[in-house]
């Protein structure tokens, strides 16, 4: 990268995306054996929540004082939102194993997880080259974000199928179904991510 100094906004972006990136790591490889680590778990991720709203509220007030933005304001505001939502996501996620009980990870919520980590990581190398203004090079980072997403639409119906052919009881089955699903909404956040960087491809390469 050139010794130029980085737009401000572009630094904004990837304090977003880092901080994602690091709570998606986190999700990923926290470790959950007993009731106690729940409690532990969500409280983490609470954290990389409230500091991923500090972060978008901080773009927000930069958007609506800057004059010239290097990207149109709505494609930065909405490269924001839709990052911060992925983080919400995975909040909301560790919440519901709180309010649950959720200490038995099943190997679908680990396969989850495992696809979302790798789809913060694509998206955190996507706004790291989208601030070196690289921007061709976004493209191979949003296809595999659709690879990911698409794995993780195969992955809630193959859960959700076998949980109704084996979980007899019925609260645990809405649980559990209800944690899939919030799996399934995170990845169609991080394919909405994916759409705004292609989007500032087409505008600005």
Partial sequence: MSNRKMHKLFSMLLNISNNLKEGGRYFHDYKINEEKDIDIFRLKMKEFEDKGDDL????????NN???TPIEREDALELGAHMDDILNGFEEC?????????????????EFSDLLNKCVN???????LLSQKR???????????????????????????????????????????????????????????GKVLETIIMKNA
Avoid at 180 to 188: H, L, Q, R, S
């Fill in 94 to 110: 560790a919440s519901r194993f709180y309010i649950y009980k959720i200490s038995k990870i099943d190997s679908y919520m680990v």
């Fill in 135 to 193: 921007l061709m090079e976004i493209r191979q980072h949003t296809i595999k974000i659709k690879e990911y997403e698409k794995k993780c639409d195969v992955l809630e119906r193959t859960a959700i199928k076998e949980l109704f052919e084996k979980e007899k009881d019925v609260l645990k089955l809405i649980q559990y179904k209800e944690v899939y699903g919030i799996f399934e909404n995170i990845a169609d956040d991080c394919l909405r991510v």
């Fill in 66 to 68: 800057v004059f010239i």
């Fill in 122 to 128: 694509e998206i955190d190398s996507a706004v790291e």
């Fill in 56 to 63: 978008l509220n901080e773009l927000i007030k930069e958007l």
